[in-house]
């Protein structure tokens, strides 16, 4: 088990690698100077000279992309003197404890990844990050709960009453609304019909985040604002649960054992809920957790047409003004959560099932 652990773990390593590898050089071939973007109308040729000091981006690009490998490598190794150095310690950019020193000027450390500084703002991109991931979470937590809740209650009533005029009426919505329609659409049109339209009824509002800043009692919950945007971001795994959910639950139907229980007089809603239900959600479950990460990543036009204050509408603003830091920082941490996700629910199925530590 433990040299099953290893392989998964190692596995994800190489993943990371080959997608901060992708990251890194997808990035530095887009058109653009991030000298410019950081001085703006005062730039001049010394203080450009100056930025791309700061930065390495005055050195060969193999440079930098070992530079930015140990700028994000956990054990790293800098340079503890010489101040004018890439390799540089730098107080203000690394929280390192050093671990073996090598000669005189470098020393090996172990640090928190440093994912760079915006351009924009010149805060820390992980600082950026530990404000706005937790409230894309909470988004796409509560959409998958909406997702698969409403996913597996409309599964199960469209096995029930396979081929009849609602079983055909959800896989049309399922297919057609759920799966065809891209998020920005779905989005809009949720704001319109119920920020809009169903205003009056719902209460709702289009814009807003979990926490609003209120005059008098400072930051406040607002829960409310979590609906429409967790709706919006929940009809795509929705309609995927509901044709699981259909599709596990048809199948398990057929069984021998559900014949029997049915043989038996046992009633209809006890044959479905208590025997076959339980034993149709195994690929249901799987794929739900695979939902998670790929909802926080798919959030960015979510949040941009509800003006939640996430990760993502942060990725849309620093497309919008070239601030590359934030935008490499957020998809390695996209990245990190799919791989990390992938580790433990593959090494949950080799606890379950030992055949799959076997293949």
């Known amino acids: 088990m433990l040299t ?72 790293s190794i800098h340079n503890i003197s010489d101040q004018q150095s890439l390799w540089y310690l ?13 000669g005189k000027e470098k020393t090996f450390v172990l640090k928190f990844p440093y994912l760079r500084r915006s351009y924009i703002t010149r805060r820390n991109v992980s600082d950026i990050i530990k404000q706005t991931l937790p409230e894309t979470a909470v988004l796409a937590f509560a959409a998958i709960i909406i997702a698969s809740l409403f996913g597996i209650f409309l599964g199960v009533i469209t096995a029930v009453k396979k081929d009849t005029l609602l079983d055909r009426s959800i896989f049309i919505f399922a297919t057609v609304f759920g799966m065809s329609a891209p998020s920005f659409l779905v989005g809009l049109l949720v704001a319109w019909l119920f920020g809009y339209v169903l205003t009056n009824y719902t209460g709702l509002n289009v814009s807003g985040s979990l926490y609003e800043l209120d005059v008098w009692n400072g930051e406040e919950l607002k829960l409310k604002n979590l609906i429409l945007p967790a709706i919006t ?13 259909r599709s596990s639950l048809l199948d398990v139907l057929s069984q021998d054992y559900i014949r029997t229980a049915k043989a038996k007089g046992l009633p209809h809603a006890k044959v479905i809920f208590k025997h076959a239900l339980k034993n149709a959600l195994n690929p249901v479950i799987t794929a739900i957790s ?35 830091p934030v935008v490499m920082g957020a998809t390695l941490i996209f990245a990190s959560i799919f791989v990390v996700i992938n580790i433990v629910v593959d090494i949950l199925y080799g606890i379950l099932d030992p055949r799959v530590r076997i293949r």
């Open 4 to 75: 099953f652990i290893f392989k998964k773990f190692l596995y994800g390593i190489v993943v990371l690698f080959g997608v901060i590898t992708t990251i890194f050089f997808l990035f530095n071939v887009l058109p653009g100077d991030p000298a410019s973007v950081i001085l703006g109308q005062r730039a001049n040729k010394e203080a450009i000279e100056a930025v791309h000091r700061d930065l390495g981006t005055d050195k060969p690009l193999t440079v930098q992309y070992a530079h930015y490998l140990n700028d994000l490598s956990p054990i």
């Open 233 to 245: 971001l929940g009809v795509r795994p929705l309609s995927i649960v509901i044709q699981l959910t």
């Open 290 to 324: 695979g939902w998670f990460a790929g909802l926080m990543a798919g959030a960015v036009f979510v949040e941009k047409i509800f003006s939640w204050k996430g990760i993502g509408n942060e990725v849309v603003e620093a497309l919008n003004n070239n601030d590359l």
């Open 90 to 102: 730098n107080p203000e950019k690394y929280s390192a404890f050093p671990l073996l020193k090598v």
